[in-house]
């Protein structure tokens, strides 16, 4: 299974090319102006632009190169689907120029996605939290294979996406400090109830 967050982020970069580009304009053509006649809150706002700007760039730039580190990475599971009141139990690969992993912990949500207004809200119903020793990779090795468990409760809902608007989906998410972009993995995990006769 290979980590659903590791996508190109195209669209983020569009969209910090535009940001910039108008925290460009403003700053050249608007705060000489503001400083001479303006109110000084028109500096202020432009400024908050350009720190608009320059935060979308490097949140692209980091997700970037967080997913060319670690492309190769992967879940691979015991058994799918994961039965509630059972666990999840499988490998973690994490492929890629590897360096010290230090705070490395996997969290399993059961997240609810609900519409609320106009807006599709989640809320976590459920979350199982495993910390994992600190890695520290031979020189040159390029993949880690740490073995998972987390138990999962009988009273949690299965995954659901029958409608959009309501639906059940349960995450994955792995994270460790690491030299670079730090290691952050999502993995969507099939969750269902059991059922009779199964």
């Not at 990779?137 to 390029?142: R, S």
């Not at 269902?192 to 199964?198: D, I, L, S």
Request: one cysteine or more; hydrophobic letters at 45%.
């Amino acid at each position: 299974m290979k980590p659903c967050n590791l996508g190109k982020d195209v669209g983020l970069y569009w969209v910090a090319v535009f940001w910039g580009g108008l925290a460009f304009l403003f700053t050249v053509f608007g705060i000489p102006g503001l400083l001479k006649e303006g109110p000084l809150w028109g500096v202020v706002l432009i400024v908050g632009f350009d720190l608009l700007a320059v935060t979308t760039l490097v949140t692209a730039i980091t997700r970037s190169l967080r997913a060319r580190r670690f492309a190769g990475s992967r879940l691979v599971l015991d058994q799918t689907p994961v039965w509630l009141g059972g666990g999840l139990n499988g490998v973690l690969v994490i492929s890629g120029f590897l360096g010290r992993l230090t705070d490395l912990r996997a969290t399993l949500e059961c997240i609810s996605w609900q519409l609320h207004g106009n807006s599709l809200m989640p809320s976590i119903l459920w979350a199982g939290r495993h910390r994992l020793p600190t890695q520290d990779p031979d020189f040159g090795q390029t993949e880690l294979r740490l073995p998972l468990h987390l138990a999962i409760p009988e009273e949690c809902p299965e995954r659901s996406d029958i409608r959009p608007y309501d639906r059940v989906e349960w995450m994955l998410t792995v994270r460790a400090s690491t030299p670079g972009p730090d290691l952050e993995l999502c993995f969507e995990i099939p969750v269902f109830r059991r059922r009779k006769g199964a």
